[in-house]
């Protein structure tokens, strides 16, 4: 809605400042057209004046000098005066129908107005009145008389007619504009819903009825395409998925058979032996497969989340004494440091215990000279985040390869392959983390030793007699 918003205001902006610029043009037009045309020549009052000084009385006759007759024939004008008895006592091609005598009122009447359709100019001559007649049709003669308070409002009305242009200019590009928005809001609204990948389906009519048509066709194509990856990415994990159940059948097998012979009392002390391998790598491979298949369900989350309310601090407890219990080499020392404990989050108790185990697994994996492994849980200082924290103080991580240490190792993301192992241990904790609205953060310790990994998760309020389940 602000995108909008702005282009009405700068479409308004922009109409308006066009109005002005139309205004002041067509005013500069009008005036250079006018006066342009009307001072290119010498004016009416101009010209009776020249020739009424160009007159001159020699004895009983007048002589015109030459420059007043050259100004009469340019202009085509004829010329007379008229003495103090109304009679004309001289003239310069006076036409036929013009008379030669005139009264007061004759002389007031074509003073101000035209004299038999000849518009004509007076001045004052010193033996009588100068009279200058142009062609007929030639000139419009006509007489304005403003009032003096009019003359003097003058520039206030101008600014109100100004005012008035305005306004109706912002007027009508207000009611363009709010049409032109209405045609492009849906544009507009098409094309965010493409940037959050939703269907779009615009009216093709109107102006913008091409441009809405290639919309409609590009969120088709997009729909397509995300159908496809969908459904290609069900496939991979279904795969993945069928591959995994075909392998731990005869896995079982191998490792059932593996344990047998292992404990026949019967065979080789190096037939043992040899059984004992069988079944730690048929073990390996077994957790290869379950983590493989977890993975890929949590890529394509289609990994079914069983959610309760937990508590982490739990979940941490839980997960030192299982490695104790398992007989955890005494060159690594675990400590818990649980704070916050009453705060609960919202989730998949399984997949959390498998997320914070693989974090301290990931520790005692690549330390095998041993470190010291700290739990903690901390919350946030908004309280709205609880933290799961696993720190050990070993050889850490390579600075270059932390960006992109949580891609799987088939990712066309990953430009480095696993060091160790199949690299999907961390992958798996950051799509857990994920898939309960959380993030995990990854870090090196001071001096660039030892790692520490942060499980972000959304605190969710909860009534505190409550009890896990």
């Not at 207000?174 to 045609?183: A, D, E, F, Q, S």
């Not at 990948?197 to 997009?222: C, H, P, R, W, Y």
């Not at 705060?343 to 697994?361: C, M, P, T, Y």
Request: aromatic share 6%.
């Amino acid at each position: 809605m602000e995108g909008i918003i702005r282009i009405l205001r700068r479409f308004v902006a922009a109409t308006l400042l066009i109005s002005i610029f139309l205004l002041l043009f067509n005013f500069v037009l009008l005036g250079t057209l006018v006066f342009t045309e009307n001072y290119q020549h010498s004016s009416p009052e101009d010209m009776v004046k020249q020739v009424t000084h160009g007159l001159e009385k020699q004895k009983d006759s007048f002589q015109l000098d030459g420059q007043a007759t050259e100004l009469l024939q340019q202009n085509h004008a004829w010329a007379m005066l008229l003495g103090e008895n109304g009679h004309v006592i001289w003239d310069y091609h006076l036409p036929h129908d013009v008379p030669d005598s005139y009264n007061l009122v004759d002389v007031a009447k074509f003073s101000r107005y035209y004299l038999k359709d000849y518009p004509v100019y007076t001045s004052e001559h010193q033996e009588g009145l100068m009279v200058v007649g142009y062609p007929k049709e030639s000139h419009w003669k006509y007489q304005l008389d403003f009032l003096a308070e009019w003359i003097s409002s003058l520039p206030l009305r101008i600014a109100l007619l100004l005012l008035c242009n305005l306004a109706l200019a912002l007027l009508i590009s207000v009611v363009i504009g709010t049409r032109l928005i209405r045609k492009i809001r849906p544009l507009v609204d098409g094309v965010h819903n493409l940037a959050r990948e939703q269907e779009v389906q615009l009216d093709t009519k109107g102006i913008f009825g091409d441009l809405a048509q290639s919309m409609n066709s590009a969120s088709a194509i997009l729909q397509n395409k995300t159908a496809a990856l969908q459904s290609r990415d069900e496939a991979r994990a279904n795969w993945i998925a069928g591959i995994s159940h075909d392998i731990r059948t005869p896995l079982s097998l191998i490792l059932g058979y593996a344990s047998e012979m292992e404990d026949q009392s019967d065979l080789s002390e190096e037939q043992r032996h040899q059984a004992g391998i069988i079944r730690r790598q048929g073990e390996k491979l077994r957790s290869l497969v379950s983590d493989l298949n977890l993975v890929s369900m949590l890529e394509y989350e289609m990994q079914p989340l069983h959610l309760k309310y937990i508590r982490l601090s739990v979940l941490g407890r839980q997960v030192v004494t299982e490695f104790l219990n398992h007989g955890l080499d005494d060159r690594y020392d675990i400590e818990l440091k649980l704070a916050d404990e009453a705060v609960r989050i919202h989730g998949d108790e399984k997949l959390l215990l498998r997320a914070i185990s693989n974090l301290v697994q990931n520790s005692v994996r690549h330390n095998s000279q041993g470190c010291k492994i700290t739990i903690e849980t901390s919350l946030s200082q908004d309280r709205s985040q609880y933290r799961m924290i696993v720190r050990d103080d070993g050889r850490g991580i390579p600075q270059e390869q932390l960006a992109e240490i949580t891609e799987l190792y088939f990712s066309a993301r990953r430009k480095r392959p696993a060091q160790q192992g199949h690299g999907l241990g961390l992958p798996m904790v950051a799509r857990i983390a994920k898939a309960h609205h959380g993030h995990l953060i990854l870090a090196n310790g001071e001096d660039q030793r030892g790692l520490t990994a942060i499980m972000e998760f959304p605190v969710q309020s909860q009534n505190e007699k409550e009890e896990d389940g």
